[in-house]
């Protein structure tokens, strides 16, 4: 008769032990390996945030002490007129550029999806302006647009559109859309990349039963590819949305926020108010964006919950 292994009880519970050692160890190496990263962040990142929520807080200057003054810089803030203008100019600046590079992202990217000549010498080529530095783009455009000298003054001139140069940049009425159209220009590469990657991993089987069903091309890009690239269009409105309003290159190289605030924008007036030693008031400034980023984010979220 066969004799019962009285060692199977003792070796499993070790080797039950041994097992759950070896996910601790692996579990404490995972986290070793995480911990210069999360210090990295923590010193880079969350630091620098709350530290600036902080002096947002108090009446600081560079060189002195902080006092606590609570909402004091954010209602100082608001009776002033450059922060009643930044907020406007801001809006105005954000929308328009958003809802253009919507368009043309859109419309370009759905044309280098077909299967045109030469597509992908035309999709390299669309990279370009985003390939610039912004600080070589925004001061070419300067060039561009200035009275004497300038391409498009020449240019309206010789076609005897206009009779004398066009203050693009010191004209109250030209010098927003002319920071538009060269933040648009240095910006929607990005959306018309993003868009293009996107469509291509719609399936060809959806355009081909739509085609059988009689769809037209706009109906198929209304019905086919929209639905199937949305949750890339809301993380892309929502990503160069905060980059387009923390944008300081644009309008401080091509108008300094001028003519008369026309073109002041956030950054802009922290920067101006850095320039005067008030870091609280600076801090303010940027702070006072964190609301509209945290609701914008939300409402993303929410969308792309719901597609999911």
């Known amino acids: 008769m066969a004799q019962p292994n009285l060692t199977r009880g003792p070796r499993a519970a070790r080797g039950g032990w041994l097992r759950l050692n070896q996910r601790q160890s692996e579990g404490l190496f ?103 530095p912004a600080f070589v783009a925004f001061i070419t455009w300067k060039l561009l647009l200035v009275p004497q000298g300038g391409a498009f003054n020449f240019i309206l001139i010789e076609l005897g559109l206009v009779n004398t140069h066009v203050e693009f940049l010191s004209s109250k009425a030209l010098a927003m859309p002319s920071v538009i159209t060269a933040s648009v220009w240095r910006g929607f590469p990005f959306w018309v990349i993003s868009f293009l990657a996107a469509m291509q991993t719609v399936p060809k089987e959806l355009y081909e039963a739509a085609v059988l069903d009689g769809a037209n091309a706009w109906a198929r890009f209304r019905n086919v590819t929209l639905p199937s690239i949305r949750h890339i269009v809301l993380v892309v409105i929502l990503v160069s949305t905060i980059w387009t309003t923390n944008s300081f290159e644009a309008v401080f190289l091509m108008t300094g926020g001028g003519p008369s605030n026309a073109t002041l924008t956030f950054p802009v007036l922290a920067y101006y108010s850095l320039q005067s030693l008030q870091i609280g008031e600076a801090a303010a400034v940027s702070v006072a964006l964190l609301p509209v980023f945290a609701v914008l984010a939300l409402i993303i979220a929410v969308l792309l919950q719901r597609e999911n």
Do not use: H
Not at 93 to 112: D, E, H, M
């Open 30 to 132: 995972g986290y070793i390996l995480l911990a210069p990263i999360v210090v990295c962040l923590a010193t880079l990142v969350v630091y620098p945030f709350f530290f600036a929520i902080y002096i947002s807080f108090t009446n600081r200057m560079i060189g002195g002490q902080a006092e606590y003054i609570g909402l004091g810089n954010y209602l100082y803030l608001m009776r002033q007129p450059d922060f009643v203008a930044s907020v406007r100019n801001t809006v105005v600046l954000v929308f328009f550029v958003q809802l253009i590079k919507l368009v043309l992202g859109l419309g370009i990217a759905t044309l280098l999806n077909q299967p045109i000549r030469f597509r992908q010498f035309w999709r390299g080529l669309i990279l370009l302006p985003w390939a610039m």
